[in-house]
């Protein structure tokens, strides 16, 4: 949906996903390591080797672009390939074990882009829209060690990311016969698109990253006015759309957060007003809200 809205300013679109993504790739993964660490290096290599991988490229030599990844304020991962795994469950529960006794690999971070490779890294002028829980926070932080600042000093004009933890994985389509399943909305999604030209419902961050897209390209704006534009619209278009929710975390078992309902549990539907009003406020735009990004439908 989103490759569609950006494929209409006239750009080249290149769509990655999973290890393509990744910011590079593996080399030789089997000489670095020995298979007491990583079982199957030949996997990794296949996977996720430098042949494959293909996103910090095209970052780079992008004017536009779009990030839906899992992060944090210092890095987000494409892939989800972490070497301390040490191979496949139930293999990789040992690796719990691992990290508090200095067992790891440095190698798992390779292919996340985080702060100490974005850093020295060189982006053109360009607009970045990062999807990804609380990569956009600054606040109580040194800015030496945010990614969003990060991607400035590498060059990029305007970076928009969310403050807080996004909610875009939290919601399941109605499964047909089990509440939440998911699997159907998938299926559905697909469907619709290869019969009918479709495209799913947007909701959460991905209705402000369209609209904000949109807004760049059909009225040739600045980031700083696209991004206004897209959150006074975001309300009206999705406070009334229900689901089920099924948040990625379950805060209850955590020290200090005991009296907490246990909301993986809860399996109801409903609008989820509260999860919409953070989405209204946690995308924030860093850099030069005046630029105007380059648009070939628009001649500059």
């Not at 095209?58 to 301390?84: A, C, K, M, P, T």
């Not at 019969?195 to 059909?218: Q, R, T």
């Not at 406070?239 to 246990?262: M, Q, R, V």
């Amino acid at each position: 949906h989103i490759s569609d809205a950006i494929s209409k300013g006239g750009f080249n679109v290149r769509s990655t996903i999973l290890t393509i993504s990744q910011r590079e790739g593996f080399d030789n993964i089997a000489k670095y390591t020995s298979r007491l660490n990583i079982p199957f290096p030949g996997v990794i290599q296949l996977i996720s080797g430098d042949n494959i991988v293909k996103g910090g490229d095209l970052q780079r030599n992008s004017n536009l672009i779009f990030v839906f990844n899992h992060g944090i304020y210092y890095l987000y991962e494409s892939g989800d390939i972490l070497l301390d795994a040490r191979g496949f469950p139930p293999v990789t529960w040992l690796a719990r074990f691992f990290e508090p006794l200095g067992i790891m690999s440095g190698l798992s971070s390779k292919g996340a882009y985080a702060v100490r490779y974005v850093y020295n890294d060189e982006y053109g002028p360009s607009v970045i829209f990062i999807e990804s829980c609380i990569v956009g926070r600054t606040d109580g932080l040194l800015p030496q060690n945010c990614l969003t600042q990060a991607y400035l000093h590498a060059g990029v004009n305007s970076v928009v990311a969310s403050t807080r933890v996004t909610a875009d994985p939290g919601y399941l389509e109605p499964g047909l016969i089990f509440k939440g399943f998911g699997a159907w909305g998938f299926i559905h999604a697909w469907l619709r698109l290869w019969l009918k030209g479709e495209y799913p419902d947007l909701h959460f961050g991905g209705v402000v990253a369209h609209d904000f897209i949109d807004d760049l390209i059909k009225n040739d704006s600045t980031v700083g006015m696209a991004l206004r534009d897209a959150k006074n619209k975001y309300l009206p278009k999705d406070a009334n759309s229900t689901f089920l929710w099924t948040p990625p975390l379950n805060i209850a078992n955590l020290p200090g957060y005991e009296h907490k309902s246990n909301t993986l549990r809860k399996f109801e539907y409903d609008n989820y007003l509260d999860k919409k009003y953070v989405c209204l406020h946690e995308f924030n735009l860093y850099g030069d809200p005046a630029f105007n990004p380059y648009q070939p439908v628009n001649n500059g």
